[in-house]
């Protein structure tokens, strides 16, 4: 997409068999690198604790740190939207919380919609926030959270699918959180057969991360694991665009041999 990406640009791509691009991202140079790339959500996920700053557990991730993370990835970002997620609490706390929270993002770190984990479960909390006059991005699907509500065990892997007879339950909810307010949903572990359903079922854009696919109307995935930066990949090579790992490595080895040698190093 040429130019400011605006979301009523972005809704219109489906109609139009658009494709959506979007990333997570948690820090400002990867922010312009991405929005460079031309991508048209940028989403600042509650996951930098974990995959980041090497925290144990997702819920640890606080409003403050959200705002953080949200403030350094705006600075970097010219004509993308800029999402930001809600960590564990705003949204479960209620619909003045939730509605406080958004402010906060949008006042604070300039975000341009906000992202509710397991909104499904939160209609009245989608409703005060686009009443408040804040774009919702609204998640949903199978997650560690929702998993036993749905009586299945939580696949945890990248090319699980959520089974089919819960087609009907889904293409219900996305339904919910279109009425509820929202602008965008994101389906997670989606699978061919139930994201194709609810993206047809709903007027507004499905995209998907974990386990999402063609199928949906977009695409969400971590730009860190896009370009495989992550230690992990040192041992076990990912099958990802690129192994930033590696690479990393090697150019830090080489260069802990110039100093040890002697040798001029390279660049400042």
């Keep these: 997409m040429d130019g400011k990406v605006t979301l009523p640009a972005v809704q219109a791509m489906k109609p139009a068999g658009t494709k959506i691009v979007g990333v997570v991202v948690w820090d400002y140079q990867m922010a312009r690198i991405v929005d460079r790339a031309g991508v048209d959500i940028i989403s600042v996920g509650d996951t930098v604790g974990v995959n980041l700053w090497g925290q144990a557990n997702p819920l640890e991730i606080t409003m403050d740190a959200m705002v953080l993370v949200a403030q350094a990835v705006r600075r970097g970002v010219t004509r993308a939207l800029v999402s930001c997620d809600f ?123 974990f386990g999402g696919g063609p199928w949906l109307d977009g695409r969400m995935r971590m730009a860190n694991a896009a370009i495989g930066y992550a230690a992990s990949g040192l041992d076990d090579p990912p099958d990802t665009y ?13 260069y802990a041999s110039d100093v040890r040698a002697g040798r001029q190093v390279k660049g400042r």
């Excluded at 509820?180 to 997670?188: R, V």
């Excluded at 690129?242 to 080489?254: G, H, L, Q």
């Design 87 to 209: 960590p564990f609490g705003p949204l479960q706390e209620g619909p003045d919380s939730a509605v406080r929270a958004a402010i906060r993002l949008v006042k604070e770190a300039g975000v341009d919609l906000v992202k509710l984990d397991g909104a499904a479960d939160h209609l009245d909390a989608v409703t005060a926030v686009h009443r408040a006059g804040i774009p919702v991005f609204a998640q949903f699907g199978i997650t560690p959270q929702t998993a036993l509500r749905y009586g299945v065990a939580y696949p945890g892997a990248a090319n699980a699918t959520v089974p089919v007879e819960l087609t009907d339950e889904l293409v219900a909810e996305a339904k919910r959180l279109e009425a509820a307010g929202a602008s965008l949903l994101n389906f997670t572990n989606s699978g061919p057969v139930v994201g194709a359903e609810v993206a047809r079922a709903v007027s507004i854009p499905v995209v998907g991360g």
């Design 242 to 254: 690129a192994n930033v790992a590696r690479i990393s490595y090697d150019a830090i080895t080489a």
